[in-house]
């Protein structure tokens, strides 16, 4: 253990924040790029969340409980947050005729 905690943290707000970012950033250019930009985009985004749940490991701050809670929590909060934005978008777009 590279560092002490006194306190529990369930779920690791790094691993939640990661997540929610990149699949945020997933999510809102998939549309726009082709099927290699998407393979691309979603590998380097799984494997920069793994890194940082890695760590979190590592230094022995967090559980993997943790970790995998905060992936789940932070890709739940950014499909939510994208559907909402949509939704919105759809609202404001002048309906045909």
Do not use: K
Request: charged residues 10%.
């Amino acid at each position: 253990q590279v560092l002490s905690v006194v306190n529990e943290s369930l779920p690791s707000g790094h691993a939640t924040m990661v997540a929610a970012a990149w699949t945020t950033l997933v999510l809102v250019l998939w549309p726009l790029l082709a099927a290699r930009g998407r393979v691309l985009l979603t590998a380097f985004a799984v494997l920069w969340a793994a890194a940082v749940g890695f760590t979190r490991i590592y230094l022995g701050v967090h559980w993997l409980s943790d970790v995998l809670a905060g992936w789940a929590l932070g890709a739940g909060l950014a499909c939510a947050g994208v559907t909402v934005l949509a939704a919105v978008g759809a609202r404001r777009r002048p309906g045909p005729g």
